[in-house]
């Protein structure tokens, strides 16, 4: 007897539901603003738990704030567990973590339609604060649930208005009854958009993500003293500005010397006093390093705060350092990467295996059990941008892919 055809995933309704969540917290000229926690991130977590609840799905939340929705298998046990997160940054697009809850929703909603139960269970998970936009750090949701971050510690975390986590999750009603750690996951699967130009310029259709870069984010705070832009000789002053200017190329030549898959970024940088005739007193910036190897990312470090060091001495401004994140390189399980790859090729998808240069929730998970992620085009390359885009047909080939993965998983025999 010929195995039953696997079911095909529900392209419109997949669609429109990205639509639907993309219009919590929508932004004017297109977009999304739902940072953690904030108001539209309660709006949309009610929207994804009605959606959970309509579907028959058993759901849960724990205490850090994280939602899973359980799927019965015929067998008890650990679940697949598929997932990512809806919280965005300021200027977020429609697909970022999104699309990997929505995709999984879709799948878990396939399944129920064709009547197919899985021999493990299946669950769909959305992580708190992945992007860590708001609060620090970044996967802080599955960083909790890991057991990487005390749960305490996270709920004290404060944004820059000085709330905590514990006070906004209980505000939007999301501090869950349910311990952190819990279900625990017999593997997980990550589908989300490139976010990145390489699917796109090589004309493949899917990745194979081996692999997450580590990455690196240190806050350097600059002490110089203010004074008159006119009347104060370039050799007297104690211009933070300057070094933080220095830091700044510093870094930009270091990766570019390092060569490899070294990165470096310096994001976010405030003066004080800002104004355009006086010596800047202050400046606190950041800088983001990544590399895939462990070994390169700890030089890049000891050699971006040697040198940032070095110019603030020269120029008798005090420097301090603070670590914001730092994650080791995760290279995701083997067999699990392979049953991705094999499952592209039956569905006829040229692929290609690939690090992630961003950060997400499958490499915390990686630290409890087997884990892997699929990734679609980005048109352009752009996210963490309202224009972020991936064409309907990438949307829909990597949901179906999904779905055979969890099959493929869900029913192994052993």
């Known amino acids: 007897m010929s195995a039953a055809p696997t079911p095909q995933i529900d392209g419109p309704r997949l669609l429109a539901s990205l639509q639907a969540l993309g219009q919590i917290g929508a932004l004017p000229g297109g977009g999304v603003n739902r940072l953690a926690l904030s108001?539209?991130?309660?709006?949309?977590?009610?929207?994804?738990?009605?959606?959970?609840?309509?579907?028959?799905?058993?759901?849960?939340?724990?205490?850090?704030?994280?939602?899973?929705?359980?799927?019965?298998?015929?067998?008890?046990?650990?679940?697949?567990?598929?997932?990512?997160?809806?919280?965005?940054?300021?200027?977020?697009?429609?697909?970022?973590?999104?699309?990997?809850?929505?995709?999984?929703?879709?799948?878990?909603?396939?399944?129920?339609?064709?009547?197919?139960?899985?021999?493990?269970?299946?669950?769909?998970?959305?992580?708190?604060?992945?992007?860590?936009?708001?609060?620090?750090?970044?996967?802080?949701?599955?960083?909790?649930?890991?057991?990487?971050?005390?749960?305490?510690?996270?709920?004290?975390?404060?944004?820059?208005?000085?709330?905590?986590?514990?006070?906004?999750l209980q505000r939007i009603g999301y501090q869950g009854p349910q311990p952190?750690?819990?279900?625990?996951?017999?593997?997980?699967?990550?589908?989300?958009?490139?976010?990145?130009?390489?699917?796109?310029?090589?004309?493949?259709?899917?990745?194979?993500?081996?692999?997450?870069?580590?990455?690196?984010?240190?806050?350097?705070?600059?002490?110089?003293?203010?004074?008159?832009?006119?009347?104060?000789?370039?050799?007297?002053?104690?211009?933070?500005?300057?070094?933080?200017?220095?830091?700044?190329?510093?870094?930009?030549?270091?990766?570019?010397?390092?060569?490899?898959?070294?990165?470096?970024?310096?994001?976010?940088?405030?003066?004080?006093?800002?104004?355009?005739?006086?010596?800047?007193?202050?400046?606190v910036f950041t800088v983001d390093l990544r590399n895939t190897d462990s070994a390169a990312l700890a030089k890049a470090e000891a050699e971006l705060h040697a040198f940032a060091g070095r110019a603030a001495q020269a120029e008798g401004v005090r420097l301090s350092a603070r670590a914001l994140a730092r994650f080791e390189p995760v290279d995701f399980d083997a067999q699990l990467v392979e049953l991705v790859a094999q499952q592209a090729q039956a569905l006829g998808c040229s692929h290609m295996r690939m690090p992630s240069g961003a950060g997400h929730d499958a490499q915390m998970l990686a630290r409890v059990c087997p884990s892997a992620m699929i990734f679609v085009p980005s048109v352009g390359g752009l996210s963490h941008n309202v224009r972020e885009h991936t064409e309907p047909e990438d949307l829909l080939r990597g949901a179906q892919l999904l779905l055979q993965v969890a099959l493929a998983r869900a029913n192994r025999s052993s």
Not at 194 to 221: A, K, N
Not at 224 to 235: C, D, E, K, L
């Open 39 to 168: 108001d539209a991130d309660g709006l949309g977590r009610d929207w994804m738990v009605a959606r959970m609840r309509a579907l028959g799905l058993r759901v849960e939340i724990d205490a850090i704030g994280n939602v899973f929705g359980h799927l019965a298998g015929v067998e008890d046990g650990p679940p697949v567990m598929m997932g990512s997160h809806i919280d965005t940054v300021r200027t977020g697009g429609l697909y970022d973590g999104n699309y990997g809850v929505l995709a999984a929703l879709e799948v878990l909603a396939t399944l129920l339609k064709a009547g197919l139960r899985t021999r493990r269970p299946l669950a769909l998970a959305v992580f708190t604060n992945e992007e860590g936009a708001r609060f620090q750090p970044d996967m802080m949701g599955s960083l909790v649930y890991v057991g990487g971050l005390p749960l305490q510690e996270a709920l004290a975390t404060r944004d820059a208005d000085g709330l905590t986590v514990l006070a906004e």
């Open 180 to 283: 952190v750690g819990m279900p625990v996951a017999d593997s997980y699967v990550e589908l989300h958009i490139e976010q990145g130009p390489v699917l796109e310029r090589e004309g493949v259709q899917i990745g194979v993500v081996e692999g997450v870069q580590g990455i690196s984010w240190t806050e350097f705070t600059l002490q110089g003293q203010s004074n008159h832009a006119g009347t104060t000789p370039m050799a007297l002053r104690h211009d933070a500005a300057l070094v933080a200017g220095q830091v700044a190329v510093h870094a930009r030549e270091l990766a570019r010397s390092m060569g490899g898959r070294q990165l470096a970024t310096v994001g976010a940088l405030q003066l004080s006093p800002n104004l355009v005739n006086v010596i800047a007193q202050k400046a």
